[in-house]
């Protein structure tokens, strides 16, 4: 039976080292029934330092929580990136493009993908209120005319 650590350290540990494990064994000339994609065969993870941690939380105004932090320094990324194949169309003879995409961000070289993810819910939100849904909260008062006093009161309780 397989024990899974308790401890939230000792756990992140146990995945590190179970997952490498299986990434470290040739999925071309194994014989388990299951076996890692060829993209991710012999990934490390690779952490971030105490130092590196505090630097992102300046850079993007966020704060990790304890627990956060802690999986950062463990599991914070993989040394590659998945490299997919795909087309603009369906028409014969169109050109492959490959893109990599990543297993996790890696918050030190993802910068656009870390803020775009970090601005939706912001943006997603302010769609609503300024598009066809028409959201507006009562606690937000009389809806204003003007759009810069409506993205105003919306960036105001959007930031509280």
């Given at each position: 039976?397989?024990?899974?650590?308790?401890?939230?350290?000792?756990?992140?540990?146990?995945?590190?080292?179970?997952?490498?494990?299986?990434?470290?064994?040739d999925?071309?000339?194994?014989?388990?029934?299951?076996?890692?994609?060829?993209?991710?065969?012999?990934?490390?993870?690779?952490?971030?330092?105490?130092?590196?941690?505090?630097?992102?939380?300046?850079?993007?105004?966020?704060?990790?929580?304890?627990?956060?932090?802690?999986?950062?320094?463990i599991?914070?990324?993989?040394?590659?990136?998945e490299?997919?194949?795909?087309?603009?169309?369906?028409?014969?003879?169109?050109?492959?493009?490959?893109?990599?995409?990543?297993?996790?961000?890696?918050w030190?070289?993802?910068?656009?993908?870390?803020?775009?993810r970090?601005?939706?819910?912001?943006?997603?939100?302010?769609?609503?209120?300024?598009?066809?849904?028409?959201v507006?909260?009562?606690?937000?008062?009389?809806?204003?005319?003007?759009?810069?006093?409506?993205?105003?009161?919306?960036?105001?309780?959007?930031?509280?």
């Amino acid at each position: 039976m397989i024990q899974i650590p308790e401890n939230f350290t000792e756990f992140l540990y146990w995945i590190k080292e179970r997952t490498e494990l299986f990434w470290s064994i040739d999925p071309n000339t194994s014989t388990n029934d299951f076996v890692c994609e060829d993209w991710i065969y012999g990934a490390k993870w690779i952490g971030l330092s105490e130092s590196e941690i505090d630097k992102i939380e300046i850079k993007y105004s966020i704060k990790f929580t304890s627990e956060h932090r802690e999986f950062l320094k463990i599991l914070h990324t993989i040394d590659r990136k998945e490299k997919l194949d795909y087309t603009n169309s369906f028409e014969k003879d169109n050109e492959i493009l490959i893109e990599e995409v990543p297993f996790f961000y890696n918050w030190l070289i993802d910068e656009v993908e870390i803020r775009e993810r970090i601005n939706w819910p912001f943006k997603t939100i302010y769609e609503d209120v300024v598009g066809e849904n028409d959201v507006w909260l009562k606690s937000w008062g009389k809806r204003p005319n003007s759009e810069i006093e409506i993205k105003k009161i919306y960036t105001d309780w959007f930031s509280t």
